[in-house]
């Protein structure tokens, strides 16, 4: 006997729906940490030297790491810079507390400094050093900072509150 395979047209649409719900689900940008002078507008780039760097140490910004991250819901682009130096045997923003990572938005013609901190960007492998979330606080996503402390694992759950990032939530996690 022959069979001949026919396909219900509702299973199909209902396929292809889930298919089309997967790929447009919301989730961060998956890029992630590129050099500066790839991702970054030169006003920002200018605007990091003048914020962040002396004049007596001469740096160029657009070396520096930087992800641009856009969610869904987002109101506009959030630029995270880490402030360690490609190629460079000095890091300027790096010290005993760690070195510094900034988050920038859009604002008028310039950029407005949401995030000036200091973190330790060794973590456990399989682990970023920042996570963004689809979750958006006041237009902008949150953040999740896995940091290795001397308690164990840390996380720190940091959301915008309209003018800069703050702590929301620690949570500490047994070593592994």
Same mark, same amino acid.
């Given at each position: 006997m022959?069979r001949?395979?026919?396909?219900?047209?509702?299973?199909?649409c209902l396929?292809m729906?889930?298919?089309?719900?997967?790929?447009?689900?919301?989730r961060?940008?998956?890029?992630?940490?590129r050099l500066?002078?790839?991702?970054?507008?030169?006003?920002?780039?200018s605007?990091?030297?003048q914020?962040?760097?002396?004049?007596?140490?001469?740096?160029?910004?657009?070396q520096?790491?930087?992800?641009r991250?856009?969610v869904?819901?987002?109101?506009q682009?959030?630029?995270?810079?880490?402030?360690?130096?490609?190629?460079?045997?000095?890091?300027?923003?790096?010290?005993?507390?760690?070195?510094?990572?900034?988050?920038?938005?859009?604002?008028?013609?310039?950029f407005?400094?949401?995030?000036?901190t200091?973190?330790h960007?060794h973590?456990?492998?399989g682990?970023?050093l920042?996570e963004?979330?689809t979750?958006?606080?006041?237009?902008?996503?949150?953040l999740?900072? *896995?940091?290795?402390?001397? !308690?164990?694992? /840390?996380?720190? #759950? =940091?959301?915008? *509150?309209g003018?800069v990032? !703050?702590i929301? /939530?620690?949570? #500490? =996690?047994?070593?592994?």
């Amino acid at each position: 006997m022959k069979r001949v395979l026919r396909f219900n047209p509702l299973l199909v649409c209902l396929v292809m729906l889930l298919a089309l719900a997967i790929w447009l689900w919301p989730r961060p940008s998956q890029i992630g940490w590129r050099l500066a002078k790839e991702v970054a507008p030169l006003p920002l780039l200018s605007q990091m030297l003048q914020d962040n760097l002396s004049p007596t140490f001469p740096v160029d910004p657009g070396q520096m790491q930087m992800w641009r991250v856009q969610v869904t819901g987002q109101r506009q682009p959030l630029y995270l810079v880490d402030s360690r130096v490609e190629g460079s045997e000095t890091q300027p923003l790096c010290g005993a507390i760690g070195c510094a990572f900034f988050g920038y938005i859009p604002q008028d013609s310039s950029f407005q400094r949401v995030l000036a901190t200091y973190l330790h960007p060794h973590v456990p492998p399989g682990r970023s050093l920042i996570e963004p979330t689809t979750t958006v606080d006041n237009g902008l996503p949150r953040l999740v900072v *896995n940091q290795l402390g001397a !308690e164990g694992f /840390q996380q720190y #759950t =940091l959301g915008f *509150n309209g003018e800069v990032y !703050e702590i929301q /939530q620690i949570d #500490t =996690l047994a070593r592994s």
